[in-house]
């Protein structure tokens, strides 16, 4: 079947009765080309045309079969191809006229036929109850994908019966690596923000009904922008360049539960997040976007975070390292390390993005990610299909709250089960790997741990300042009542030793 005839029943999906002039208002199609495929699709009856002259309309005629709904998938703007989906299976078809590089697990040549949503799409989605709370307006999983207008990366989800009004939009988008510290911003550590949030206690608590992030993860969000010269953070519906992760003392086990299930808080989580963000950036020199920390009622902060896949109007391609692997979202833990540095080095073949990587893995193992899973990670387009390691997200150390918890999310290996108390034989594994040779590997990794126990004692006197500032304290929780630069020396103490 023709695309203009594809694009035309797909209209009717969404709108059971059309004319001709309201059909050119949906599809930006000349006038002409909607007359000459409508009668064809008359002739074929699919459609039926009531009434006559001004007051003629067409209304769709269905088939057993022609039940499904047809996404446009575009990526940068340009059109990939068509995901279908409805009784209960999808399929994925590449357009004839794209001649770039193949989404990860959809082949050209072959029916792409899946029971379940594609991973590299599915993990674009958010997780859990905030799934759930978009399926409360939607039937399927696919349907969510035209909803997301902040999604990461660059990659789009249209209407197939709107894809007339994309086609001709291709950015000219400038390389990422010519403007990043434009789009990184520099950092300062503690990053207090005084401005008003014009956004209602309802949205902030996680009360409201709707879904307020286009973005995938558990963690309740919200998109944002931010205006510096009012002094105002303000929820984006459309083009968001910032994000907002708000405390919510309702929704506190973000992290795995205790052994007896019991759920915990985790206090200070913006300004944990805030710093460790802050450290890896300006002591260790990778990428990482501008965050900062913003008052939140009754104590405590919401954290603030820049986007690093957005510049201006422009969006950048990504992956996260669950969609390389081509897994779910919710097998994010299933994995171990060697697997995804495999992945990585499959995908990114620039040498210093490598050893970017090695040192993140080393930072991460010394603050006790413990919450580092696959989806914790990924890889930019930088143009051209020249991918780095993105810009880091989601740094945060349990450590801090929690003595025993597990170095790392994943496990180093399929045959290492292990989670904890990294040695450097463990640390050159990841590095080969990585393949980047002994010699190299024992420098960056030494050079890691220096770096970490020399300068990190510096945020713990910052946080010490800002404690006495602002008369912050962990206080009224599970855990303890001590404040949380202890929390951050105790952590440290037992790194050095």
Known sequence: MNKIENILLELFEEYPQLTTAQIVEHTALARRTVQKYLAKLVSKKQIEAYGEGRGRYYQRLYSSKETLHH???????????????????????????????????????????????YPIFENLLPEYERRNRLLGVVKESAD??????????????????????????????????????????????????????????????????????????????????????????LEATQKANYLMKPLNRTMIDYFERDVNRQKRYYPLLALNEHLFMS????????????????????????????????YKNYAYGQYDMAQLLNIPSDKKYNTDTLTVMKAFVQKVKNREAHVDMLKFQVYASLIQHS????????????GKENYILAPLYDVISIGVYNGEAHDLGLALSQKRRKFGKYRVEDYMLIANSLEIGKTKAKQVIKNTIELFLDNFPLYIQKTIYFENRYDIEIQNTRISKKKFSASLTSMYQCRVI
């Open 71 to 117: 996404l446009a998938v575009l990526k940068n703007e340009v059109l990939i191809g068509k995901l279908s989906y409805g009784h209960g299976s999808y399929s994925f078809v590449y357009d004839k006229n794209y001649k770039g590089v193949e989404l990860l697990g959809l082949f050209r040549g072959s029916q792409n036929i899946s029971a379940d949503l």
């Open 144 to 233: 969510i994908l035209s909803m997301l207008y902040n999604i990461q990366g660059d990659f789009k989800f249209v209407p197939y019966y709107k894809l007339y009004k994309y086609r001709s939009s291709t950015e000219k988008r400038p390389l990422w690596h010519t403007i990043k510290h434009r789009v990184l911003g520099e950092n300062t550590y503690p990053n207090l923000l005084e401005v008003d949030i014009a956004i209602s206690d309802e949205i902030l608590e996680e009360y409201s009904s709707q879904e307020h992030s286009s973005l995938s993860g558990y963690q309740h969000k919200i998109d944002i922008n931010i205006d510096f010269e009012n002094n105002k953070i």
């Open 279 to 310: 450290f890896v950036k300006n002591e260790l020199g990778l990428n990482v976007p501008w965050s900062a920390i913003v008052s939140a009622k009754g104590g405590d902060f919401h954290y603030v975070v820049k986007r690093y896949d957005r």
């Open 371 to 382: 919450d580092f899973h696959a989806k914790n990670m990924g890889v930019l387009d930088v």
